[in-house]
C-alpha cells in the first residue's frame, strides 16, 4: 500500500526513490515487476526495467532507459526535452547525435564540472520527459552499480520531490 501511495504522489509531482533491498531470491525482482504492471495501470509510463552487471561500462545503468527513450523520439520534442543538455548528453550516448546532428559540442571543462553539468542535463531531461507522462524507471541488482552511476542516483533522487518521477531500485544488501 506504501508503495501505491507513492506511486500516487509521483502522478501528481512528488516524484519519489524507493529502494527495495534483501538477500538474493527474497523476490525485489518480482515486487519491482509487480509494481511496473501497477504503475501502468495508473498510467505511469514504465522507461525501461534495467539489470545493472558486473564490470558494465561507466553510466551503463542510465545509458540503457535514455537511449531507448531517444530512439523512439522524433528530433523536433527530443530537442525540446533535452533543452541546453543534448551535447552534453551525446558523450555518453552517441544516438544523440544521429537524432540532432547540428549539435556542437559542450565546451570542455575541468572533470568535476563536466560530471555536475552531465548529471543536471540528464536530470532536466528525465524530468522534461517525465513532465508529458509521468513515469517510473526500476533500476535493478544495483548493487552492481559502479560509482558513477552511484553518484548521479544521488543526483537525481535530490531533484525528485517536484518531479513526476518514480525512481524504484533494488539492491543485495
Given at each position: 500500500?506504501?508503495?501505491?501511495?507513492?506511486?500516487?504522489?509521483?502522478?501528481?509531482?512528488?516524484?519519489?526513490?524507493?529502494?527495495?533491498?534483501?538477500?538474493?531470491?527474497?523476490?525485489?525482482?518480482?515486487?519491482?515487476?509487480?509494481?511496473?504492471?501497477?504503475?501502468?495501470?495508473?498510467?505511469?509510463?514504465?522507461?525501461?526495467?534495467?539489470?545493472?552487471?558486473?564490470?558494465?561500462?561507466?553510466?551503463?545503468?542510465?545509458?540503457q532507459?535514455?537511449?531507448?527513450?531517444?530512439?523512439?523520439?522524433?528530433?523536433?520534442?527530443?530537442?525540446?526535452?533535452?533543452?541546453?543538455?543534448?551535447?552534453?548528453?551525446?558523450?555518453?550516448?552517441?544516438?544523440?547525435l544521429?537524432?540532432?546532428?547540428?549539435?556542437?559540442?559542450s565546451?570542455?571543462?575541468?572533470?568535476?564540472?563536466?560530471?555536475?553539468?552531465?548529471?543536471?542535463?540528464?536530470?532536466?531531461?528525465?524530468?522534461?520527459?517525465a513532465?508529458s507522462?509521468p513515469?517510473?524507471?526500476?533500476?535493478?541488482?544495483?548493487?552492481?552499480?559502479?560509482?558513477?552511476c552511484?553518484?548521479?542516483?544521488?543526483?537525481?533522487?535530490?531533484?525528485?520531490?517536484?518531479?513526476?518521477?518514480?525512481?524504484?531500485?533494488?539492491?543485495?544488501?
Open positions: 500500500a506504501g508503495l501505491r501511495a507513492a506511486m500516487d504522489d509521483t502522478v501528481t509531482g512528488a516524484g519519489r526513490i524507493v529502494m527495495l533491498a534483501g538477500k538474493p531470491g527474497i523476490r525485489k525482482t518480482r515486487m519491482a515487476e509487480e509494481l511496473a504492471s501497477y504503475s501502468e495501470s495508473i498510467e505511469l509510463k514504465v522507461v525501461e526495467v534495467v539489470y545493472e552487471q558486473q564490470g558494465a561500462p561507466p553510466y551503463c545503468l542510465w545509458v532507459p535514455i537511449r531507448s527513450n531517444i530512439l523512439r523520439t522524433e528530433p523536433g520534442p527530443l530537442s525540446a526535452q533535452m533543452g541546453p543538455g543534448a551535447a552534453d548528453i551525446s558523450a555518453i550516448i552517441p544516438e544523440v544521429d537524432k540532432l546532428p547540428y549539435l556542437e559540442p565546451s570542455p571543462l575541468e572533470p568535476e564540472q563536466a560530471r555536475f553539468r552531465l548529471f543536471d542535463s540528464i536530470s532536466q531531461f528525465l524530468k522534461n520527459v513532465q507522462q513515469m517510473m524507471l526500476v533500476l535493478d541488482d544495483l548493487q552492481w552499480a559502479d560509482q558513477p552511484l553518484l548521479l542516483l544521488g543526483f537525481l533522487a535530490s531533484l525528485l520531490s517536484d518531479s513526476k518521477i518514480m525512481l524504484l531500485g533494488t539492491y543485495r544488501d
